[in-house]
C-alpha cells in the first residue's frame, strides 16, 4: 500500500502560501529548539517531574498545531487532519527546524499507532482516537515485543481470552517507550493457541492507566529510564476495541512492523528538518572533537570526514527508498535497507565520537564539556543496531524477501504454537 | 542509476545499453586489451549520433539535453559505461564540450567537432604529487603577448593517445588558465603508461615551452579556477555514476552465482552468512545509486551543498564499492580473479575511478573541512 495519502482534490493553498503561513506560525507560537536535547545515546532524562513537564508541553504543542491547522497534514480530514499531499507536510519539516516540536508524540504514537490504526480502524474507532490523537490528548505506545522472545514477535505468549463480549488479557510486554506517561496502547495478543503462531494472534487497543496494568520502569545502563516492561493481569477489553479480524493480527503485525522502520520517511510524522533526533549529527560530533581538542589532527579530521560521508549517504538512502516504496518502483521489504543502514552509520558515528574523546571519553567530569559520557554512549552504541528491530532480521528480510534468496529452515510450520519449543521462562 | 527516469531518460538509457551490448559484449572487451587506442573511432562517432556528447551544451551550441538538467541525463550514460565496462573517453569529451560551450562562440569549431565524435579531448588535470618519484614542476601557463606558453608535467591523463585535444588546467601566477592544446602541437610528448583498465588508456603529457595563440584560452587568462572546479564536480559525478554502474554489475554477477553455484548440496544462497553479506552489499549499492543521483541533481542546479554531497559521493563508492567488489571476488573463489571471467572487467573500471579526481581519504578530509567551516561560525 503506497503511503500518499492525500484525500485532497480540491488542495487551495499552494505550497508556498501553505509554507509562509507555517513559518509565521511557528516563529509566533514555537521556542527555538535546544540543540543539547538530543545528544548521545538514551542519556538519562531530566527528573519525573521535569520529563513529564515536556511531555505536557509537547501535548500542548500538538493542540496548537491541530488549532492552526498543522496537525496531521497527511492524515484525512474526516479524522481530523488536513488531507493534503505528502509535499506539505516535508515543507512544514523545513520551516519547523530549529524549534521545538512534540518529539516524543511521533515514534510511537504517530507512527506506527496512527498510521495502524488509519490503516486497520473501524470507521468508530478512527473517529474516536486519531482526532484525539492530533489533539495531543492520547498518547500511544506498543506492546508488541515480549520478555521471552526478541526479534520473534510472532511468538507472541502475551494471551487473550474472549469472556462474552469482552477479551480477558494476560501476560508481559517490554521495551515500550515513556509507557509511563502513555494513555494507550496497541497490544499484540495470543488467541488461539492451537494453530501455527502466525495464525492465532489478534491486536486489541488498550488504556494504560488502570490498575490491572502495571508499569514497570527498566533501567539501561546509561541510566535512562525511557523503556518499561507492563505486567497485564486479567486486563478486561471490550471486542469494540479489537483492532482487525480475530486470529488475523498477523497481518496488522506485519504493516505495523514496516509503518515502524518507515518512520523518518512517513507522511505521518512530523520531523524539523536539518535538527533533532534522527537529522544531523555534526553539531554533537564536531563539539566532541572541538573539546577534545582534536580539531588539528588529520587521524581525527579523516573520522569526521566519515561521520559527514555516511550521514549525508544514509540520509540520500533514506529518501530514495521513500520514495521507491510510495512510487511502487520498490517493495515494501525496501524499507529493511534504510533500516540496516542506519542502524550501521548511528552506531560507526557513536564510536567515532568515542574516538575523539582519547583517555577522557573513559573518566570526565562536566567541564569536559562535550565529551563528557561519551564512554557511556559507546556503551549503548548497539541499541541503534537493536531497537526497532534487529539488523540482523533486517539482513534477513534485505536477503530474502528483496533479494528473493531461500529463506530460513522454519521449525515451526504448521505445528499448533502450544507445541513450538520456547524459551525457558524467566524464574 | 535514477529511481525513477522519465519515458525519455529511460528510452535514451536503454538505446545506449542496447548499442553497448551489441558493440562491447565482454568478449570484445577483452580483445581490446592489446589495442593502443582502447576504442574504435567509428564507434565513439556512433556513439556521439546517440547523444552521448551534447548533453552538457546549450541547444544555442549545438547540444541539448533530455529533461533540462544535461548531467542528470549524462549519468545515465555513464551508468551503462560502467555495466559495460565500456569503452571510450566519455568523461574528458563531455569536460571539454562543457567547458567550451560556456564560451561557446570562441570555440564553435571545436565544439562541433566534439559534439559530432568527429574529435575527441583528454583533460590534462592531475599532476604528480610533489616528493614522489615521479614529481616534475608544477604545469605553468603564461601568457607571452599574443601567444600562450605551456610547460610541465601532467599524469596521469585519461584517453590522450586517441584525443586531439588537451584541455590544459594549469597555473598562471597564482591564478588558474583553462586551454585547448592540439595534441600534435610542437612540444607535446606523450608517454604511454600502463592502465589498470582493460581499455582505458592513460598517459603522462609533458609540455615543452608549447606555444599556442592566446585564443586558445577558455575563459580568461588567469581566469580559470571557477571553471576548473565546477570540471572537476562534473568529472565526480561522472566517474560516480559509472562506477555505481559496474559495482552494479558486479553485484549482479554474484548474485546470480550464489543462485547457480552449489557447495554441500545446497545453492551460496542458502548459507545465512552469504545472506547476510549480500544483504549488506545490497545496501551499499542502494546508498550509492542515492549519494550518486543526489549529488548529480545538485551538481546540474548548482545547489549550494553540491560540494559536499559530491565528496561524500565519491568517498563512499570509492571506499564501499571496494568492499563490493573484493567481496564479490571472495564469493566467486578464485575464478573470480581470473582474466576469463567477467568480474574483473567492471572491478577495473571501478578501482580506476576510485583513484582519479581525489581518493576517498581526500574527500573526507575536504569534508571535514566543510564541516568546521559550517560549524565553527
Redesign the interface.
Known sequence: MALDTSDRADVTETLDEFRARARAWIDANLERSDSAAYIGVLRPEASDEEELALVRRERDIQRAMFDAGFAGICFPREYGGQGLPRAYQQVFDEELAGYEYPSRLQVPTFVPCAAVLLEFGTEEQKRRHIPAILKGEELWMQMLSEPSGGSDVAAAVTTAVRDGEDWILNGSKIWTTGAWWSDWALCLARTDWDVPKNRGLTVFMIPLKQPSVEVHRIEMLSGSKEFCQEFLTDVRVPDSDRLGEVDDGWTVGTRWMFHERMYRNSPYTTIPAGVSRGASRMPELFAVAHDAGRLDDPLARDLLGEARMLELVKQSLEQRVSTGVATRTMSDQAASIARLMSGVVESRLVTIGYEFTDANGAAWDETDGAVAQRGVDHLMRQVWCIAGGTTEMARNAISERVLGMPRERSHDPNIPFRDVPRSRPAT | ML??PSPDQEFFRDTTARFLAERVPPDGIRRLRDDPDGFAADYWRAGAELGWTGLLVDEDHGGGSLSGLGLVDLTLVAHEFGRHAAPGPLCPTNIAAEMLGRYGKDHEETLAALLAGRATAAWCLDEPRAGSRTATAPVEIRIDGDEVVVTGTKRPVEAVITADLLLVTGRTGQDVTNVLVPRDAQGVNITPLRSIDVTRRYAAVHFDEVRVPLSSVVGGPGGGADDAARARRTAIVISCAESVGALQAVFDLT?AW??DRYSFG??L??Y?EL??R???M??WI??S???A??AAGAVATSSSDAD??V???K??IGQYGSELVQDCIQIHGGIGVTYEHDLHLYARRAAANRSGFGTP?E??????D???L???S
Open positions: 529511481l525513477d548474485v550464489a543462485f545446497r545453492p544462497a542458502s545465512q545472506k547476510h549480500f544483504a549488506d545490497k545496501t542502494e546508498a545509486h542515492a549519494i543521483d543526489r559536499e554531497l565528496c561524500a559521493a568517498a563512499y581519504a574527500h573526507r578530509a575536504r569534508l571535514a566543510i564541516v568546521e559550517r560549524e565553527a
